[in-house]
């Protein structure tokens, strides 16, 4: 059983950092690929990152390149989400969730959908 628990969701002014946390059990990281994802209000749910530790292969949605940052510790099997920069858009119930890869067209990639998710930690960016 996976069981992935985010934490680290808070209220924030525009311009503000916040680090979401997010700890696995049940299976590791670097085997999986692991993403971040969030929905705000009467929004569809988007990716905002993703990984592939073992083969060092992240993504970025275009709004959060730059600002945000993926990584893992495979060690304490903990993802994060670091985020600098935070405006008033990225408000939105974050979540971790994790899948499986496939190989083809020369790379890696994460399988989809996501099948395993947290419950989620609420990010509030306002001044």
């Known amino acids: 059983q996976i069981n992935l628990v985010e934490s680290g969701g808070d209220s924030v002014q525009p311009g503000g950092s916040l680090r979401l946390s997010c700890a696995a059990s049940?299976?590791?990281?670097?085997?999986?690929?692991m993403g971040w994802f969030r929905q705000a209000p009467g929004k569809e749910r988007e990716a905002v990152a993703t990984?592939?530790?073992?083969?060092?292969?992240?993504t970025y949605a275009q709004g959060v390149k730059g600002r945000f940052t993926i990584a893992q510790d495979n060690a304490k099997n903990t993802l994060y989400l670091q985020m600098n920069s935070l405006k008033s858009e990225d408000t939105a119930m974050y979540y971790c969730?994790?899948?499986?890869?496939?190989?083809?067209?020369?790379?890696?990639?994460?399988?989809?959908?996501?099948?395993?998710w947290g419950q989620g930690t609420q990010v509030t960016v306002s001044s």
């Open positions: 049940g299976y590791t990281y670097s085997t999986y690929c």
């Open positions: 990984m592939i530790e073992r083969y060092g292969s992240t």
């Open positions: 969730a994790a899948t499986g890869t496939r190989y083809y067209g020369g790379r890696w990639h994460c399988t989809w959908p996501f099948n395993y």
